[in-house]
């Protein structure tokens, strides 16, 4: 899954995609390295980041997401808005990826029921991103707990949907930047899938916590190298879907990987 930011203040990217026709050329070049989806987001999820109305959100992603579909590109929506994941899936989206696993927005179980796609729950603990980095001082959260709290969150959907939805442990979100507790939850990606019998879906890449486990100012090519590695393990652990920024590099490394 490869990914493009339409935002200002992403962490990576901010900015870089502004643009619908320099978003939609990022997209086509990232299937192009290798990416099988596309996951295009307007609304920034960091800790220095604030929130964006859906209006602003939806003028950002749909003509990138039309643009995209239009070329024939399996796109998913970032976004914890039931509004947005509409309008995305009308305009030619196929997932509705949710970082918050429906928590932000309670209109958002309802719509994935209406909606014939698929859907990726994350996890969090909060009911806004603000809230969410709120908790980062907490102590870290094993797989167990992960698991039942997206239980959960499958729980609230209605049931149709929940064989359409894919889980996600939400790598840094609530879980700080400490590397242990972020790397225990990629090491058991597949025993994550086993007990809830739903695909996994991992996105490591350039999170804050491979930086802390790097040291010191990690450059862009050092983090993406550390994103690949990460992405194997989950691979490795048993993901399913890897989510990247870099794909061009995580496809080389795959193509290798694989044959061993």
């Known amino acids: 899954m490869g ?71 399996r796109v998913s929506i970032d976004t914890t808005k039931a509004e947005v994941a509409r309008a995305a899936v009308a305009a030619g989206a196929r997932i ?21 796609v698929t859907y990726i729950a994350g996890h969090v603990r909060g009911h806004t991103i603000a809230e969410v980095f709120a908790r980062e001082a907490q102590p870290g959260i094993g797989w167990q707990e992960v698991a039942r709290e997206l239980g959960d969150r499958l729980a609230a959907l209605p049931a149709p949907a929940r064989e359409r939805t894919w889980v996600d442990p939400g790598l840094g979100f609530g879980k700080g930047a400490d590397p242990d507790t972020n790397l225990g939850l990629l090491r058991h990606a597949g025993d994550l899938g086993r007990a809830l019998g739903r695909p996994v879906v991992v996105g490591p890449s350039r999170k804050r916590f491979l930086r802390r486990l790097l040291g010191g100012e990690p450059g862009e090519e050092a983090v993406d190298v550390a994103s690949v590695a990460a992405c194997l393990g989950a691979a490795r652990a048993g993901a399913h879907v890897v989510r990247i920024h870099n794909v061009a590099l995580l496809r080389t490394a795959l193509t290798v990987y694989t044959k061993l």
Do not use: C, Q
Request: hydrophobic content about 50%.
């Open 96 to 116: 509705v990826n949710d970082i918050s696993g429906g928590l932000f927005d309670p209109a958002m179980a309802a719509a994935i029921g209406e909606l014939d």
């Open 3 to 73: 990914v493009v930011n339409v935002t200002p203040d992403s962490f990576s990217d901010g900015g870089r995609y502004l643009d619908p026709a320099a978003a939609v050329a990022h997209g086509l070049a990232l299937v192009r390295d290798g990416a099988d989806l596309v996951d295009v987001g307007g609304e920034a999820t960091s800790p220095r980041a604030g929130p964006t109305p859906a209006a602003e959100e939806l003028r950002r992603v749909l003509p990138v997401v039309a643009g995209l579909a239009a070329a024939g590109v």
